[in-house]
């Protein structure tokens, strides 16, 4: 006879000898629970009163048992703490699960001789690493540029979101896959055409986070090497062409005197002989 076989057997024969009936059922189950890895899970189970035993299941071996004189824990990593209700006389039974990680997820009952068992569910969170792909990117004016952010080993897969200058931005894709563990690595990324030096921060959330995880990186726009050359080879081409066209214009104006000294002359030339 196994451990939890013989203490049903030592359940039953004291309710035999007292006639407790079913004053015992489990008037409050315990609740799904779900918490970040290296956290703490509690969990509580309340009996009527008369009650003659209680046992915790956890992913289906026995972990707690309990009668009104003593508790059987089977582990260092569980706590357990016992009260009653001195009105209405209802057992509090409350166990904690010490560390857990997500192998530890799974499903915990709490068990009453006299009434149907209550069972909920305990789901373990793993917060990974989060980076950029990059740890800069330089990029010409009216450029499009792709910017990529990297989780590894989270569960679930993260809620990622980007930011541009602190203004949230929804122009990104998000891609998950799953890893071995039962975890998950994501990718997020953004594409953006930044009008001058940017700042980007990355986020990744999940339920059980305090709060969310971040990793910034930052856009430089800087014109380049050829950009430039076109640009001076601007400048002397209009500074020739304003050479010239102001060479052209002061031959135009000498020629102008020229004339109108020349026609000047004739005139004075045409006036003397008329008066002779």
Sequence with gaps: MNGTAKFWSK?????????????????????????????????????????TGIMWVYQNVSIVNI?????????????????TNSVTGDFSSIITLLNVKKSNSGIIQCYSL????????????????L?????????????TVNV???????????TMTWKINN???????????????????????LTLIPQGNTSLVCVANIATLGSPISTTVNVTVK???????????????????????????????????????RRKKQRDTSYQSTTW
């Design 223 to 261: 014109a380049s090497a050829d950009s430039t050359t076109v640009s001076n080879r601007d400048v002397i081409i209009i500074a020739v062409t304003v050479s010239v066209c102001g060479f052209l214009l002061l031959i135009v104006i000498i020629v102008i005197i020229i004339i109108c000294c």
């Design 67 to 83: 009668t009104p004189k003593e508790t059987n824990v089977a582990s260092n990593g569980i706590i357990a703490q016992n009260s």
């Design 148 to 158: 990529s952010c990297e989780a590894f080993g989270w569960f679930p897969p993260p």
């Design 114 to 129: 006299s009434s149907v068992l209550k069972e909920a569910t305990l789901t373990v969170q793993v917060s990974g690493t």
């Design 11 to 51: 359940i039953r024969l004291k309710r035999t000898h007292k006639s407790y009936g079913l004053t015992a059922s489990i008037i409050l189950g315990p609740s799904d629970v779900t918490v970040l890895s290296g956290s703490n899970a509690t969990f509580q189970c309340i009996v009527g009163p008369s009650w």
């Design 131 to 143: 980076s950029m792909v990059k740890d800069s990117y330089t990029v010409s004016p009216n450029t």
């Design 167 to 189: 203004t949230d931005s929804s122009d990104y894709t998000t891609v998950s896959t799953e890893v071995q563990g039962g975890l998950y690595d994501t990718r997020s990324t």
